[in-house]
């Protein structure tokens, strides 16, 4: 579990990742025998919740389909980060919330101090 906060942020430098793929991400590396829906979803919102707080990923609005990306002021982020709906991945051509690594995440390493987030 160490390990996978940096995986995540690694592969948000790269690309703009979906809340849902964090999701996925957490369904891949957590045991599933000991992680329910509810607590996998709690780790993801504690996680996301302090990536944003120390200015390492930004959330952004992005509609399918197209390069059109609304960046989310912190405040609504958190909001956002709260809500379910946000959480699954949208039907096509619908909008949804992505994250991408600030360049302070895009330079954070696995030898810097992350909170545990079980």
């Excluded at 957590?30 to 990536?51: A, I, K, Q, S």
């Excluded at 200015?55 to 389909?65: A, E």
């Excluded at 959480?87 to 390493?109: L, N």
């Amino acid at each position: 579990m160490n390990y996978l906060p940096f995986r995540i942020l690694d592969k948000a430098a790269l690309r703009h990742l979906g809340l849902w793929e964090l999701h996925w991400e957490l369904h891949a590396y957590l045991d599933n025998c000991y992680y329910n829906e509810v607590r996998l979803l709690n780790v993801g919102r504690r996680m996301l919740r302090h990536f944003l707080l120390e200015d390492l990923v930004r959330l952004h609005l992005h509609r399918w389909g197209t390069t059109e990306f609304i960046d989310l002021e912190l405040l609504k982020a958190l909001q956002v980060v709260e809500n379910k709906l946000f959480w699954v991945a949208p039907d096509m051509e619908q909008w949804c919330i992505v994250f991408k690594a600030t360049e302070r995440g895009e330079h954070y390493s696995p030898e810097t101090p992350m909170p545990y987030f079980q």
